[in-house]
Nanobody, 125 residues
Framework: QVQLVESGGGLVQAGGSVRLACVFS????????MGWFRQAPGKEREFVAF????????YGADSVKDRFTISRDNAQNTVFLQMNSLKPEDTAVYYC??????????????????WGQGTQVTVSS
């Protein structure tokens, strides 16, 4: 059974940086496309970024692509989200997700099979 465990969240001032990590276990990590989503209070969960199993392809939402970077270390079964120039509107619970099946939309929640429990990121102004 695939398990995902996020870490690295916390309280940061606007303009600061945070690096989230998500450790994958229970299957062959490099076979999975990995994504990050976030959910702010009172809002729907939204796409942040995804990265292919090989790490060659990576895409981010327009709202974060100039500030956030997704990466992965297949030797360590870990996916990262480096978040720079944080804004108060980036405050949310951040979730990592794993997708087994190719041909699905990695921009949507339905494109993923497994989810972590989430880690809170709070950006103060």
């Amino acid at each position: 059974q695939v398990q995902l465990v996020e870490s690295g969240g916390g309280l940061v001032q606007a303009g600061g940086s945070v690096r989230l990590a998500c450790v994958f276990s229970g299957n062959t990590f490099r076979r999975y496309t990995m994504g990050w989503f976030r959910q702010a209070p009172g809002k729907e969960r939204e796409f942040v970024a995804f990265i292919s199993g090989s790490g060659i392809s990576a895409y981010g939402a327009d709202s974060v692509k100039d500030r956030f970077t997704i990466s992965r270390d297949n030797a360590q079964n870990t996916v990262f989200l480096q978040m720079n120039s944080l804004k108060p509107e980036d405050t949310a619970v951040y979730y990592c997700a794993a997708s087994w099946n190719a041909g699905r939309s990695y921009y949507t929640i339905s494109g993923y099979d497994y989810w972590g429990q989430g880690t809170q990121v709070t950006v103060s102004s």
